[in-house]
């Protein structure tokens, strides 16, 4: 994408901020809109700070309304809570924006004729009975539980999302995100890499839920955003997973943080949460067949350049 006006719901976020970042270095205008729910100025201070006059920040709240001035030529939509502790703490905002979120930015595309991309989610899948997860697959999600609020929300988007392309002839794009790190997470996140990053550099005990025998697999920001990129610029309109297939328990996760940062933190077990899924791992045959793209940032890679940042913002020295 390259001399184009985009917008980026939820672009004061972790991964919406890494997005603007690309957007703009690659010759686009960007119009950033959250309510910083769970985004946080900081993240985009820098493009404010230089006075980037390709980059508008706007405090919205998407599940209302979304009026932006003059041509759009994408919209994507990112704006939700995505880690269990906002979503355990903002259920109903979780299901609005969703909800009331997608159909607003999807209205918005429709109006301007611009391109869409929903950021969905692996969550989709819930605790899955295949393994590993292709699109094909229509999930196992328990839609009355804590994570439904989240988890619901996603599927609804892309139902949504697949409703305005047939119905509209919008041309709509639907990411299928899978775990996703680098720097910029937020030290409270809540989730793995975050977490064991945190409490290692601070020489706290690790938090391990379970015995640590579940599955996760790791992409680095760069990767994700490369990808979505490349979707929004093509003509798949139904889903396609984003991810780093190389699947790794989250005991031998806190294992490897422990050795990158040299602490000695011990290990501590805490009860299971409800729903937790026991296997994580993309199948990512589609993106790599009809986008060329797969993850290409090593763990170790991610995760020092993630360790960097977090002792900058911690100003915990090695």
């Not at 797969?294 to 991610?302: F, M, R, W």
């Amino acid at each position: 994408m390259k001399n184009s006006r985009v917008v980026v719901t939820g672009g004061a976020g972790f991964i919406g901020s890494h997005l603007c970042d690309k957007l703009i270095a690659s010759g686009n205008d960007v119009v950033c809109v959250d309510n910083f729910l769970t985004g946080h100025h900081s993240n985009v201070e820098h493009l404010l700070e230089n006075k980037h006059p390709n980059f508008t920040l706007i405090k919205h709240n998407v599940s209302e309304h979304i009026h932006i001035e003059g041509n759009v030529d994408a919209v994507f939509h990112l704006a939700s809570p995505a880690s269990p502790n906002d979503y355990l703490k903002f259920p109903i905002q979780t299901l609005k924006v969703g909800s009331l979120g997608t159909h607003n930015a999807l209205g918005l595309a429709k109006d301007k004729k611009a391109r869409f991309l929903l950021a969905s989610t692996s969550e989709v899948y819930g605790d899955p009975q295949i393994h590993p997860q292709h699109e094909e697959y229509w999930g196992h999600v328990n839609p009355i539980g804590p994570r439904g609020v989240y988890d619901e929300a996603k599927r609804f988007s892309e139902a949504m999302t697949m409703a305005y392309h047939r119905t509209h002839g919008l041309n709509t794009h639907i990411a299928r995100i899978f775990n996703t790190y680098g720097p910029r997470m937020r030290i409270a996140d809540g989730r793995a890499i975050p977490a064991f990053i945190s409490q290692a550099i601070k020489k706290e005990p690790i938090s391990i839920f379970g015995d640590g025998k579940q599955t996760r697999s790791f992409c680095f920001i760069t990767d994700l955003i490369e990808g979505v990129i490349k979707l929004m610029g093509s003509e798949i309109h139904e889903p396609v997973n984003f991810g780093n297939p190389a699947e790794m328990t989250i005991l031998d996760l806190a294992v490897k943080i422990l050795e990158l940062t040299g602490a000695d933190s011990k290990i501590q077990h805490e009860p299971l949460p409800v729903d937790d899924p026991k296997f994580r791992q993309p199948d990512i045959g589609k993106a790599k067949k009809h986008l060329g793209w797969e993850a290409v940032i090593s763990l170790e890679e991610g995760l020092l350049a993630t360790i960097d940042d977090f002792r900058d913002r911690l100003n915990i020295n090695p």
